[in-house]
């Protein structure tokens, strides 16, 4: 396994409306579908007796897909949607976004339900550490990130034909930022005598936790 690398992805340095950007989170999109990650995160949530009525906090939410179908579904629930991107136009009414570097703002963070989707392996150690202290402040932790693997790496490059360049790069860049067996818990300084985390890996790529306060 080769040690993680942190390399600045392409998509991150774009301005939101360049046409290359745009391609590349509809590419984002799909891939997402294909590693089921938005799927995932609410079979998890729905298996939460408090899911319905909880505050559910996304960081790095991009195009707020994941975050306004969390509203639909839980319609009781409030959203709050974090991340250095505009909002998107006609948000829900329970979906509250915010434009901002959450490193600017950490102790504003709160609530029950702190999800992650592709989003931590944009950091380093110092700053997951950070993100850890976020954490700290809700019940229970839903992340999906790379699998730092070979087998990531050789189903990324059956998609070449399918994505942009800039999809090209920032695929294989995250697979190389992502995460191996317990590097998620350890990386963000979660405790195992306050946390119980379980964590799995999947053939297509995707690196998962649910963690829950004892």
Known sequence: MQQRSVVPEILDRLPANDPEAV???RDLRRINFLMG??????????????????????????????????AHHFPASQLHAWDLSPPPETLPTNLKWHQTDIFDDLSS??????????F?????KDALQQIGTIAAQFSTLLFCEPDRARLPHFHGRLLHPCINRVTKHDLHVSIDAGFSAGEIAEFLGLNPSVWKIREQSNWRGSRRVVGCRI
Do not use: Y
Request: a positive charge; charged letters at 20%; glycine letters at 8%.
């Open 37 to 70: 990650n938005e799927r995932w995160v609410l079979k998890n949530l729905r298996h939460l007796a408090t899911a319905p009525a909880s505050t559910i906090t996304e960081l790095g939410a991009g195009d707020g897909h994941l975050s306004r179908q969390i």
């Open 120 to 124: 931590l392996h944009h950091f380093e």
């Open 109 to 118: 963070i709160q609530g029950d339900v702190l999800i992650a989707n592709l």
């Open 23 to 25: 391609r590349s989170r």
